[in-house]
């Protein structure tokens, strides 16, 4: 079916991303941005679709979302 297809397309075009960030970053670069991206998914729906969050994860994902910008801003500047 054609859900079927765009799911395999959608697939494969992660993949590919995937690949992309490796290649001009690292590894490890590629896991932070998943875990950047898990981090503001769950603080974007706790904002703004009424999620509900204990203080304790939403310092949590804070913090994540800080060191993630933290380790681009070491890394941009070599520190």
Do not use: P, W
Not at 49 to 55: C, F, I, V
């Amino acid at each position: 079916s054609r859900l079927f297809g765009l799911a395999v397309l959608l697939g494969f075009a992660v993949n590919i991303a995937s690949f992309l960030v490796i290649k001009r970053t690292s590894s490890v670069m590629l896991k932070l941005l998943g875990t950047a991206r898990n981090a503001g998914l769950v603080l974007f729906s706790a904002i703004f679709l009424g999620d509900e969050l204990t203080a304790v994860q939403a310092f949590g994902y804070a913090l994540c979302l800080l060191f993630f910008g933290l380790y681009n801003y070491f890394k941009m500047y070599k520190l």
